[in-house]
């Protein structure tokens, strides 16, 4: 799809009003799928109504502090908390029931059913629940009204609600994502490299889903090797480097250079 | 292969012979037992060990290949079916009878591995699925024909069937087949004598040759491996017809050297241990090999056990049941499987079907 | 343009439903061609042995009703394997699990008056005797389950080995402990069940029993559970996609385990619906072939339950017609298991099939099973 514009990566917010705590990770330790510890101690908090941006380049250790703190990975060390509730290795559907709304970095492999209807992929993780789900049987009406609404609500650009997921274009998948995840009562969005790959209307839409969610005082823990998304949405910014966070910086008081150079491995004290 | 690996296979090779001693003591000694046992585990390891280096082929170049067991029994039969048929009409010795149909076979189980390259590599079906259909091929066509041929009023030979010239004759190791007592080891049939030296053969090809190389690349990592210039398709259809004659060779070894006669489904599943050998041996020739003595060894156990059958004690009696001791090889490779002996890693690439 | 993208994707539909019918059909049309190739060259004339197939199978109100037997256990067992294969699993053990389901419905079935001491009444005898077989083919499966869930052990090694493993410990049964005391020239068998146990025939005399609509019913509920209930979503979706499955919450080694049990139990049922509606006792080898045949009538039915049922039905004509077909013209009743072998042949690799009747409907490829490592 093209765009007959300038690209505006500018989002347009007001000042961030931080609520309480809503996440809490600390001494957090993770091992990737060979064994090697890429989360080495991570310390940080979300607090409802801000945007915490975890800057790094990518392989720094996010995809697994992402995944451990969805539940998707066990933790080696460490303990979270979310929503006040000690949360330290739980499964993810008690940590989705909480009120964690995640759109995973790899979009295909997690966060979709290929195959599916676009409709079953928007109650992937709320099928068992009433309306969708009751006594164990799928409830057909309910599905589809949830998949209409979604549909219209989030401009999702598909032929029917039965379309398999696969056939729409990458921008329309990650919003078949998003409507989902951001459709329940949720407390904290964890977004993993939310506008990879994906068309210029599609990132400026996400963005400002992201931003409209933080303004309703919902924690965003947004993760993205894009430093201008990270510069242009997060109200704090922390810098991931080899598997820990080298500093937790004000995004007003802070320059693209600065930034630039912590991810690179520079020390914040020099 | 690690010191975990093989300790276990040292153990389970202590477990099955210590038995076998353990019950026959009375009628003779520890070191004949030992010896017979030893050389009873080399020849019946032989389609296994085939098997699993017709596995190491196919999977390292990044095809799965579970229809070793058809190619197995498409090759005993056809193999078998071309020495009678020739030492029928020719009427000639048995040497060069049984010659041919070890190549008859070879021949087959490459034309199934043809197939099966057919299948996963041109229009690149579930692999899984395809080795599947050749097994349930294999043992339509041998059942089918067998019957057809043999068993039926107006079949070729009336309703019977022909003497067979009998089995591929024993080679004696210069010298080592001399030592007293323990020479019987080195005094095997051919297609065991192959067995041993293309376990060699396979190391050095896979490992030192330019071949070898370039299979490995495909099996690893077939996107870099056509960007410097190999064909992808055409390395994975050799090696899986490569595969197949020697699986086809595996399954000559039933009815040319072990015995002279063939039955329907006569593999037993030795196909799909072989797999589980190929896995334990980590897709190395040698790791393989002494996985398939592993399960050969389960095997000699209960052909021993048969002999020694009246001198097994009454606490001991389960052994005495072949279908109890029977079990050892199958419940041996699931324990395998299970990974507790530690893990192997499989090549990168293996099972799928490789899109330009 | 809304209307217009409604059409073209109904038309997709269209197309898709017929490319899901049409490709079977030639499949199966190509398989006989060959198959009757096959027999021509080994000397026989095509025309009448598939002549005589045909009256075999549908000629008579007799022949009806025994295709109807034969399609039974294939329907449980084709359901058993299809279910499985949407959970992302390969049961290449229905087999095993079908001969231990016999064992366990034989022995409930003969030996339960004994133990307790009393005949007991049809209405609690035959589910008991059912139950059992379910149960034992229930337990078979899961065991590979649940290797594979907790270890990565993959089920197609592990099923394969449990149908060697059952099929000697059914042989150590029926030549020991549960042999008929008895003797025959068939040796290797049970006692007969007792006719407590016996589930009744529909018409009289034609051997078709109330298991053959009780497989029926089955395809339904498969059906039903796959695709109406959270579970079968469940299964459904660890089936397309692990990784998905666990981010959307669901417990991926519970729903392998759930899911071989399933399988198993349908199998195992297919093993006592056979003791208890057919044989009235268990015989060795009688169930030799029945979990290949499955796997092939799964994949001829797209795994889908209603085309379970089709491709059971196929399979159980060809079968049950080939013994006339033999009689008539002396092709062996083996030619069957190569024409099926072809036609899972064709249907494994239907790009053969759109090639040779050049069908220009694009073809899904749908993941089955994946490679060691999964």
């Known amino acids: 799809m093209m765009v007959g514009r300038e690209v505006i990566l500018k989002v347009e917010k007001n000042i961030a009003k931080p609520g309480d705590e809503i996440l809490r990770v600390e001494n957090l330790k993770v091992r990737d799928t060979r064994g090697l510890e890429t989360v080495r101690g991570i310390n940080f908090h979300v607090r409802a109504g801000e945007i915490l941006g975890i800057a790094g380049v990518q392989g720094n250790g996010q995809t697994e502090l992402v995944e451990a703190l969805t539940g998707l990975r066990s933790m080696v060390g460490g303990k979270m908390w979310f929503s006040g509730k000690d949360m330290t290795g739980r499964p993810p559907r008690p940590i989705t029931e909480t009120g964690m709304a995640h759109i995973p970095e790899d979009r295909q492999r997690h966060g979709l059913v290929l195959p599916y209807p676009v409709a079953d992929n928007m109650i992937l993780n709320t099928y068992y629940k009433r309306p969708y789900g009751v006594w164990g049987w799928m409830m057909p009406e309910a599905i589809d009204r949830n998949a209409r609404k979604l ?53 400026e839409y996400i963005h400002k889903e992201i931003v409209a969610m933080r303004d309703r005082g919902i924690g965003v823990l947004l993760v993205s090797a894009e430093l201008d998304e990270i510069m242009a949405l997060s109200d704090r910014i922390a810098v991931m480097y080899r598997g820990q966070i080298v500093t937790t910086v004000d995004a007003a008081k802070v320059t693209r250079e600065q930034l630039g150079l912590w991810m690179a491995g520079a020390h914040p004290e020099e | 292969m690690d010191w975990k690996r093989f300790g276990f296979i040292a153990l389970i090779i202590a477990i099955l012979f210590g038995t076998v001693v353990l019950v026959g003591h009375t009628a003779s000694s520890p070191l004949v037992i030992i010896t017979s046992m030893l050389a009873t585990t080399i020849a019946v390891a032989t389609p296994l060990t085939l098997g699993a280096l017709s596995g190491i082929f196919c999977e390292r170049a990044g095809v799965v290949n579970i229809g070793i067991e058809g190619m197995m029994l498409t090759a005993a039969f056809f193999g078998w079916l071309a020495a009678i048929y020739m030492s029928a009409i020719l009427n000639i010795s048995p040497l060069p009878c049984l010659f041919t149909g070890v190549a008859v076979g070879m021949l087959s189980g490459g034309l ?6 057919v299948l996963s590599i041109t229009f690149k079906v579930d692999q899984i699925i395809g080795g599947t259909v050749i097994n349930i091929l294999a043992v339509g066509i041998t059942g089918f024909m067998n019957r057809q041929l043999f068993f039926e009023k107006n079949s070729i030979f009336g309703g019977s069937v022909p003497h067979a010239p009998g089995v591929l004759p024993r080679f004696s190791f210069p010298f080592l087949s001399d030592i007293p007592v323990f020479g019987r080891i080195f005094d095997q049939q051919l297609i065991t004598w192959a067995a041993i030296i293309l376990v060699i053969v396979v190391h050095f090809v896979l490992f030192k040759t330019r071949w070898g190389l370039r299979t490995r690349a495909v099996g690893e990592h077939p996107r870099a491996a056509d960007t410097v210039g190999i064909n992808v398709e055409r390395t994975r259809y050799i090696n899986v017809i490569i595969g197949g004659m020697l699986a086809g060779l595996g399954g000559a070894y039933f009815t040319i050297e072990s015995v002279p006669s063939f039955e329907p489904l006569m593999t037993n599943g030795r196909g799909f241990i072989a797999l589980a050998a190929m896995i334990f041996g980590n897709w190395t020739p040698f790791g393989a090999w002494s996985a398939a003595l592993v399960f050969g060894a389960a095997q000699a156990l209960q052909i021993k056990l048969q002999y020694f059958r009246d001198l097994i004690p009454p606490q001991l009696a389960f052994l005495q049941i072949s279908y109890v001791v029977g079990l050892a090889p199958y419940i041996l490779t699931m324990l395998i499987l299970t990974g507790i002996i530690g893990k192997t890693v499989p090549p990168v690439a293996d099972g799928q079907p490789y899109e330009k | 343009m809304q209307e217009k993208e409604g059409r073209k994707w109904w038309r997709n539909f269209a197309e898709d439903s017929i490319s899901s019918i049409l490709v079977p059909l030639l499949a199966v049309l190509t398989a006989v061609v060959i198959g009757g190739l096959v027999i021509a060259l080994s000397g026989g004339n095509p025309f009448f042995a598939y002549a005589g197939l045909f009256e075999g199978a549908f000629g008579s109100q007799k022949a009806l009703s025994e295709t109807a037997v034969w399609a039974t256990p294939y329907i449980f067992a084709g359901l058993a394997v299809a279910l499985a294969f949407k959970g992302g699993l390969f049961n290449i053990g229905a087999e095993g699990q079908l001969a231990f389901g016999a064992v366990a419905g034989a022995l409930i079935g003969y030996a339960l008056p004994d133990w307790v001491g009393h005949d007991i009444p049809a209405t609690l005898h035959v589910p008991l005797a059912v139950g059992a077989g379910v149960l034992a083919g229930t337990l078979w499966a899961a065991i590979p389950g649940m290797l594979k869930a907790y270890t990565g052990g993959h089920e197609v090694i592990n099923t394969i080995m449990m149908n060697y493993i059952a099929l000697n410990m059914t042989s150590f049964l029926l030549n020991g402990p549960m042999q008929d005391p008895v003797l025959t020239s068939v040796s290797s068998r049970t006692p007969p069940i007792a006719e407590s146990a016996y589930i009744p025939q529909i018409f009289d005399g034609l051997r078709v029993h109330w298991g ?8 339904v509920l498969v059906w039903l559970v796959l695709w109406k209930t959270t579970l079968g979503f469940e299964i459904r979706t660890v089936g397309s996609n692990p990784d998905a499955a666990k981010y959307a919450g669901i417990n991926v080694k519970r729903t392998i385990i759930l899911t071989m049990a399933f399988s198993g139990a349908l199998a195992g049922l297919a093993g006592a619906i056979e003791v208890t509606g057919l044989n009235h006792r268990h015989e060795l080898g009688f169930s030799i072939g029945y979990g290949f045949d499955a796997i092939a009538i799964a994949l001829l039915g797209k795994t889908h339950p209603l085309g379970v049922v089709l491709a059971a039905f196929l399979f159980a004509a060809m079968r049950n017609g080939a013994t006339r077909m033999q009689f008539l013209t002396q092709i062996p009743v083996d030619i069957i298991s190569v024409i099926q072998a072809l036609i899972l042949v064709f249907i494994a690799a239907d790009a053969i099939i759109r090639f040779i009747y050049r069908i220009r409907i694009k073809g899904e490829r749908v993941v089955l099973t994946r490679g060691w490592g999964g």
Do not use: C, W
């Open chain 1, 151 to 203: 549909i219209d609500d989030f401009d999702v650009r598909t032929p029917s609600p039965y379309v398999p997921v696969k056939k729409l274009s990458g921008g329309n998948q990650q919003k078949v994502i998003v409507a989902r995840e951001l459709s329940r009562g949720i407390k904290l969005l964890i977004a993993n490299q939310p506008t990879r790959g994906l068309d210029v209307g599609s990132i």
């Open chain 2, 112 to 117: 199934m591995a043809l197939l099966h390259a």
């Open chain 3, 212 to 219: 053959f609509v009780l497989a029926l019913i089955m395809a």
